[in-house]
């Protein structure tokens, strides 16, 4: 009975296309009884297909957005009918071709209603058939490329290509192009959209960038309009400009404002233009004015203006203080002008440790251009003589003198003791670039010069002169005691410690001993010299005598 019903079931056409096993499988469908072995085998066979053709894509197509068009490759799959799953091309008429059904027009319509389409036509011949379509080939298109290329022309594309693509095909840009002012137009000349490629390379609006279409043609026209931004924006430079672009626009194409831009009065400069394109002889100057973007305030820019953001100085420099010597963390700290003051950074450099001499200790405040401990020939003078005047010259005295007294009113006047001790009128406020030096103790006082031992005498609490003298072995035999000093090196003073009785001889400080200078070697030698001169004259004129 059931094979006298299939020849009355199945089309004829269809009929010579089918195996038995699938004809069966139809009668079984038509007549709304499932074989599921068979459906089981003919899932397998579908399922080892070959594989969908790889092509580049920015993401999954959208069968409900994508429309198909001639040349684009699909594949035709029917749930439990293998004979007509297949691969299928949409000829050059909008049309699919299925074999042992006919043709199926999908002209203009999506994936996903040409899917329904195919569909209801298998519908007539098949039960509630189960259909599936899927895009495999993007179809090729033609699209012509006019204007400032390096090679115009026609140029091959895909359906799903962007305008930036199709013109990198045709060389690229010139540098006279102009990036914002694409225009894309139909076959008949028609306008359909605008690229604007410069907004798509900096931001990566692909709104800016649209796919092109069969027949498309892409003018590239020549830039002539520009804007110029400079200042605190990430990447100041000219812009082309578009009519409609405001000063967000601006700022959004130079890739944003830097943290230190001052937003509420960013100066946009506009140049008066009279009736025309061309400014007039009494229009050549700018009209400042000052747009409060924070606020707000974004308006259109015109061709021509010259927008600069200005920033906050010193934003997020780091203003630094440094402090070395008898610390436990010695190093660069960060302050907060105003707010940072000296034990702030002696507490955290760690303290001051016990080896350190609170007298010496110093905070030194750059003043001026440069710093005393940079200057290569206060060096050079520092060591030619370091405590007499005697070894310079005139002018290297002068220099050395004008350089120490500079030094020294870069030092702060601080009692570290005090401060130490806890008075607050010591704790001074920190500037940038402040250095503070705490030095080691040194323990004892340097004598040097005319004594029987040079050298470095232990401190004696309280001791004066003399017994730092007396320990030195006493004044030798030249000493030029008048002219004795002691010198501070803090301070860099000279104090005559027999006139100054009120000074108190520190851990640190030098007792130097001049050289009497001695005139009666210098008289004898002269004498010497003279008597020489006579003695060799007489004695000449005796051998002239002798020898007429």
């Given at each position: 009975m059931a094979a006298v019903l299939l020849p009355a079931l199945v089309p004829a056409s269809l009929r010579a296309q089918l195996t038995s096993s699938e004809l069966y499988s139809t009668f079984q469908n038509k007549v709304d009884v499932a074989d599921t072995l068979t459906e089981k085998l003919m899932a397998g066979r579908r399922s080892g297909g070959a594989p969908l053709e790889s092509q580049p894509l920015e993401g999954a197509v959208d069968p409900n957005v994508y429309v198909l068009g001639p040349g684009d490759g699909v594949f035709l799959n029917v749930y439990a009918v293998h004979g007509l799953d297949q691969d299928l091309t949409v000829t050059p008429?909008?049309?699919?071709?299925?074999?042992?059904?006919?043709?199926?027009?999908?002209?203009?319509?999506?994936i996903a209603e040409a899917e329904k389409r195919v569909k209801a036509a298998l519908g007539k011949f098949y039960k509630s058939p189960d259909v599936g379509l899927s895009l495999r080939r993007l179809r090729p298109i033609k699209v012509s490329i006019l204007g400032e290329v390096l090679s115009p022309g026609i140029q091959t594309a895909t359906a799903l290509q962007r305008v930036s693509e199709v013109i990198d095909k045709s060389g690229g840009f010139k540098t006279t192009s102009s990036l914002r002012n694409i225009q894309v137009r139909t076959a008949?000349?028609?306008?359909?959209?605008?690229?604007?490629?410069?907004?798509?390379?900096?931001?990566?609006?692909?709104?800016?960038n649209p796919i092109v279409e069969a027949g498309d043609v892409i003018v590239v026209n020549r830039a002539t309009q520009f804007i110029l931004v400079s200042g605190s924006v990430a990447s100041a430079q000219r812009i082309e400009f578009v009519d409609g672009d405001s000063l967000s626009t601006a700022i959004a194409l130079c890739r944003g404002l830097l943290p230190s831009a001052i937003k509420d009065s960013i100066e946009l400069a506009r140049f008066p233009l009279s009736g025309g394109l061309i400014p007039a002889e009494k229009d050549n100057f700018a009209d400042w004015r000052n747009v409060d973007y924070a606020h707000g305030d974004n308006p259109l820019l015109r061709e021509g203006d010259q927008i600069f953001v200005r920033s906050y100085g010193q934003?997020?420099?780091?203003?630094?203080?440094?402090?070395?010597?008898?610390?436990?963390?010695?190093?660069?700290?960060?302050?907060?002008p105003g707010v940072t003051r000296l034990k702030d950074i002696i507490s955290r450099a760690g303290g001051i440790l016990q080896t350190a001499s609170l007298e010496e200790a110093v905070v030194i405040r750059k003043v001026g251009v440069g710093s005393w401990e940079e200057d290569p020939e206060f060096k050079r003078i520092t060591n030619l003589a370091p405590m007499r005047k005697e070894g310079m010259t005139d002018e290297e005295y002068s220099y050395y003198a004008a350089r120490l007294d500079q030094f020294f009113r870069s030092t702060m006047v601080v009692d570290f003791q005090a401060l130490m001790s806890g008075d607050e009128t010591q704790n001074i406020l920190l500037r940038e670039n402040d250095s503070i030096s705490i030095p080691r103790a040194f323990g004892y006082v340097t004598v040097s010069g005319s004594v029987n031992k040079q050298g470095n005498v232990g401190y004696i609490e309280g001791g004066t002169w003399q017994d730092y003298i007396a320990k030195a072995g006493g004044f030798s035999s030249t000493a030029d005691r008048s002219a004795m000093r002691v010198v501070n090196p803090k301070t860099g003073s000279y104090i005559d410690p027999r006139s100054n009785s009120g000074y108190k001889i520190a851990p640190g400080d030098m007792l130097i001993v001049p050289q009497e200078k001695h005139e009666f070697w210098k008289d004898f030698s002269q004498v010497a010299t003279l008597t020489a001169q006579i003695v060799t004259i007489v004695a000449t004129l005796y051998i002239l005598w002798k020898h007429p």
């Open positions: 008429e909008g049309r699919l071709l299925i074999p042992s059904l006919g043709r199926v027009d999908v002209s203009g319509l999506t008949t000349g028609t306008l359909r959209t605008k690229a604007d490629l410069f907004r798509y390379y900096a931001l990566g609006d692909l709104s800016a934003y997020h420099v780091p203003r630094l203080v440094a402090i070395g010597g008898e610390v436990p963390f010695p190093g660069r700290f960060p302050i907060e």
